[in-house]
Structure formats: C-alpha cells, structure tokens
C-alpha cells in the first residue's frame, strides 16, 4: 500500500516568506507526527497530532511555526516569516496507534521535504 | 526530558565483519528503542526495535541488545555487506504526560562497508 507521503519535496523560499508542508500519512494511522531534521542530525520532535486533536506542540521552535490536521488526516505545517536558521529537512511520520502508556510504536516516515531559506 | 547520545559518530568496517553502534539514554521511564537505517536523500526506515520487556532481539544478520540498568542499548550487525552503508539512528520513546510517544534520537552513525 502507500506509504507516506510529503508534499513539496523541495521548496526554496526567501527570508520572509511564509511556506505551507503538506504530509499525507498512511490511511487509517491515528498518530501523526512533525519532525525537523538538520544536515548531519538526527530528526528532532516538533509536534504531534492523535487524529485531529494536536497533544503536543512542545517541540516548535517559535510561534512562527504552526500545524493542523482539521480533519485527522492530511496535515499542514506552516512556517511565516522564514528565516535562514529554518532551513532544514521537515519529516512527518505517522502510527496506526494512539499515544499510550503501554509504550511507544512503529512511526512510518516520509520522505520529507528540503526547506532552504535564502 | 530524554537525551540520547550515540557512538560512534563514523564506523568504517570491511564487507563481511561487524558493526556495533552503541546508545544510551537518560529516561529510566523508556521503554521502546527502535533503530532507523537512512539513505543519503532518503526517508528513515525501521530496522529493528526492542521493548524493555526483553533483552535482546534478532532479525537474521542484525540484533539488537538493551541493558536497563546501564539505560544503554546497542545495534549489531553481521556479515556487513555494501548495501548496508547507510546511516543508522537508534531512538527512545520519553513519557509525557502519561503517554510514551514521543522519539528522541541520537545524532546517528554514518556506517561505510568497504568491498
């Protein structure tokens, strides 16, 4: 079946301009999350959705960075007013599960998109 | 909240020895550690996981250990061959709120196997 999938793959923006990443998970996942990984690092949590519900946004570097997904699917991840330090590779990963305390699960990645902030 | 730390940063081995990477982490509440293997360019992919129910885990040329009284946890793997160079991230998962989602990486471990 489909996996993953993002939408740019690549996006070039210049300092200022506001951008929109669009991750379509695997269908039916219920765990949706945003990562952000720099050249050379590993991925680093920004967000995480269970269905529509956003349950933490705790790794969000700034108030110019926002996400959704309105109807517990498809998700958007805005950043406004870009900035060079924003340049980065933006992952999404979803998991057919909630979160829970029984511990974690398998997250599916996609293929990202290369924000490059000039 | 979970720090992850992981060595070596670079491990060059020959087609047909091993490899050990190895982690540890800081949460004592952890209690799933899967390993990611990325392609240059490409997305990461599960390679193998491991619960803090068990010790160690196999999957053919590849095996993971977990010491939770050390909090480490360490990939091997055998009779490396070229397509295995790659770079490999181990994760933990961290209790927030009651809920034990979130995946904290190491920085990873770029794996060369020379031909």
């Known amino acids: 079946g489909a996996g993953v999938s993002q939408s740019p793959r690549y996006k070039v923006a210049k300092r200022g301009q506001d951008v929109a990443l669009r991750c379509d998970p695997i269908?039916?996942?219920?765990?949706l999350f945003w990562y952000q990984q720099a050249l050379g690092q590993g991925p680093e949590f920004l967000t995480y959705?269970?269905?529509?519900?956003?349950?933490?946004k705790s790794g969000l570097p700034s108030d110019r960075f926002f996400a959704e997904r309105p109807e517990g699917s498809v998700s958007t991840l805005k950043i406004q007013r870009t900035q060079q330090e924003d340049s980065a590779v933006y992952l999404c990963?979803?998991?057919?599960?909630?979160?829970?305390?029984?511990?974690?699960?398998?997250?599916?990645f996609g293929p990202g998109t290369r924000l490059t902030v000039l | 909240g979970e720090n992850v730390e992981q060595h070596p940063s670079t491990l060059s081995v020959q087609e047909g020895d091993s490899a050990v990477i190895k982690c540890t982490y800081s949460?004592?509440?952890?209690?799933?550690f899967p390993w990611y293997k990325q392609e240059l360019g490409k997305r990461p992919q599960l390679i193998i996981d491991?619960?803090?129910?068990?010790g160690e885990k196999k999957d053919q040329r590849i095996a993971v250990t977990l010491n939770k009284t050390a909090k480490h946890f360490s990939l091997h793997i055998t009779e490396t061959q070229p397509e295995d160079s790659a770079v490999y991230f181990c994760?933990?998962?961290?209790?927030?709120?009651?809920?034990?989602?979130?995946?904290?990486f190491g920085k990873g471990t770029l794996l060369t196997v020379n031909p």
């Open positions: 990963a979803s998991s057919l599960v909630g979160s829970s305390g029984g511990g974690g699960n398998e997250q599916f």
């Open positions: 269908s039916g996942h219920v765990s």
């Open positions: 959705f269970q269905n529509e519900a956003q349950l933490d």
């Open positions: 949460d004592s509440a952890s209690n799933y």
């Open positions: 491991i619960r803090s129910n068990v």
């Open positions: 994760a933990a998962n961290s209790n927030s709120g009651g809920s034990n989602y979130k995946l904290t």
